[in-house]
């Protein structure tokens, strides 16, 4: 079976990248859509196991933005990942090891206080939250409503 290939604009281009990175139109914030690039590039790149060296997840991640972002200055768009990957790992998505190797963190939930809820922190892609939300939302609910002995 033959795949057709079809060419489309370079704004359906762009469109469709954002989509695929779970913004429903390319954002306004640069940075949101920089961050997202950059989670979803780890991601790929380590399958959450194999870490990706700095050079390969800059490279691939500065191409796209710059087509995503129509940059005309690689250079810029480079650095502000690298920034933005640093503020990721600050954040704990991201863990940086030696050598310039980098792997999503474990997604973790985080108890705001009573009656708060739960914030997920971890290299999740936005886009999967949604099903590992849902997952601790029942299991939540679970132990909420479980009775436990006390002492």
Known sequence: MLAELQFVSAEAARAAIARSLGFADPPANRGDLQ???LRSVIWALTSGRQPAHVLRVLNRSTSIASVILQATDERQVRSDL???LD?????????ELD???W???MSRLVHLGPGEGYLLVGGVRADCCLSVLL???RVTDHF???QVPGP
């Open 135 to 137: 997952v601790a939302s």
């Open 35 to 37: 961050f997202e690039l």
């Open 103 to 105: 792997l999503p963190a």
């Open 82 to 84: 690298h920034t933005r």
């Open 144 to 146: 909420a409503s479980s």
């Open 87 to 95: 503020a990721l790992a600050d954040a704990g998505d991201l863990v």
């Open 99 to 101: 050598g310039g190797l």
